[in-house]
Each structure stands twice: as C-alpha cells, then as structure tokens.
C-alpha cells in the first residue's frame, strides 16, 4: 500500500472506500471552484459515485497502472492526486490533481507534486512525467512552473468542460532534469 509522510502534517495515502464520505464532503464543499476546471464534478452527485471512483483507483492500483491518493493535511482529506496511467514501454506518465479551496495558498500541491515526481523518477524509474492544465487555471498552471517542468506547447481545445473546450498548456520534466531539493 502506498502512503507516504511529506512533513509533520501532509501525507498522501492510496485512496480506500472507507474515504468515500469524506472525499465526497471535501469536493462538494468545493464544488463551485473544482467545477470551473474539472469535468467530472457534475457527475459526483452522491456518495456512491464517490465510492465507484474510489473503487476504480483502487483497481487502477492492483492494475500497476498508477494511482490515486488522498492529500491528508492535519489528519483532514482536503484533495486528491495521482497518476493518470502509466505507460511502461515509454516510462511516463502523468500527474493529475484537485485540491479543496480552504487549503490553496499553503504549499500543499506543490510539496505533494514534487513527491509524486520523486517517487515516479527514483522508485518506479520512470522516464517523463507530464502535467496538463487548462491555459487560463493560473493556480494549477503554478504547479509545474513552480517546480521548474517545461512548458512544451498549447494543445487546443484539448478538453470539453460542460459546455465549451478549453486549451492545455503541457508541462513536461525528463528523469536528467529532475533535482532533488527540499520546497
């Protein structure tokens, strides 16, 4: 099972069904923000779909095809991120994430971010790792340039989101590039 300590109060930990209902309550009680960026918000009606999604990631782990965690800040669930699927052949992969609004502004993406990348490049030896934001979500955008990945280009109208496309900035880092350092 994966968990990991970031500091004293961050860790991520695999996501279990006994996390539904709080995963549940933590992104309805940051619908309006998540919505603007994420998809798959509307379709989170109730706990149960909640709890398939768990049930999914949870099979997306026993798959040895990435995974999904719980970001835990002091002992609350306040956020999620994981890898999308990883490609073996090639040794990428992509980092996908949501965070509650109570909690942006602390440092908390960007030390759960640079972990994951820690972990994909030193203990899965993976090659590429990418990151994808849509090109006007300036706070999701901060995360990898914070962390110093490449903006390698804009993928037009990458996403549909309810009721338009939105474009994607593509961020991108390479194993030779990573440095480890404390955030």
């Avoid at 009606?45 to 099979?59: A, G, H, W, Y």
């Avoid at 719980?70 to 090639?90: K, P, S």
């Avoid at 949501?98 to 908390?108: F, H």
């Avoid at 993976?126 to 390698?152: D, F, H, V, W, Y």
Wanted: aromatic share 10%; proline share 1%.
């Amino acid at each position: 099972m994966f968990a990991v300590e970031i500091d004293e109060k961050l860790q991520l930990k695999l996501l279990q069904e006994h996390d539904a209902q709080e995963l549940f309550t933590v992104m309805m009680g940051s619908k309006e923000s998540l919505r603007e960026w994420l998809p798959f918000i509307d379709s989170n009606e109730v706990v149960e779909d909640t709890l398939q999604f768990i049930r999914s990631t949870m099979k997306q782990f026993s798959a040895n095809d990435g995974f999904q965690t719980a970001i835990v800040y002091e002992d609350n669930i306040v956020g999620v991120i994981g890898f999308h699927h990883i490609n073996w052949q090639n040794k990428s992969t992509s980092i996908g994430y949501w965070l509650a609004k109570d909690y942006e502004g602390l440092g908390i993406m960007t030390k759960s971010v640079h972990k994951l990348m820690d972990h994909a490049f030193n203990d899965l030896k993976l090659k590429r790792i990418e990151i994808r934001a849509a090109i006007e979500n300036k706070r999701s955008r901060a995360i990898p340039e914070r962390i110093g990945m490449t903006l390698e280009g804009i993928s037009r109208q990458s996403e549909w989101l309810y009721d338009h496309f939105v474009d994607h900035a593509v961020y991108s880092i390479l194993q030779e590039e990573w440095k480890i350092k404390e955030l």
